[in-house]
């Protein structure tokens, strides 16, 4: 894996607009490099922020986002290199795959597959539901 790195992940709220995701780590040496917008333009994040860091160093973050019903959306990141804290994100994009609200996700990650786990209140009842994505 990657040693010596810390990765963080933070909805960044302003007084007077919505929040968006950003992503930055922490090298060894106690810098943090600056932050990389993970959230896209529509994005109205909520509560429930979760990360996961692959072994090469990449990051995927998923959250609850309520720009029309409360979704779950997410987006994965490449692995930086020297000052760069991330290259390359995927736009964001919804991954919780039913009609009803969506919230607390969690995630767990390999070099090869993505677990994406939350809760979901679709027909009135709340389910766990839990679907595998392939990283990019």
Known sequence: GVTGVQTCALPIYGRSTYATVRVANRTSGGTWNASVQVSDTAARPATGLALAVKADGGVILAWNDTRSTSAIYGAQC????GSASVTRC???EKWSDQSGASSHPAIAASTTKVYLGWSDATAG???I???LRNPS
């Open 129 to 131: 539901r839990i679907r």
């Open 78 to 81: 490449e692995a930086g290199s």
């Open 125 to 127: 009842n709340l389910d």
């Open 90 to 92: 995927a736009l964001a």
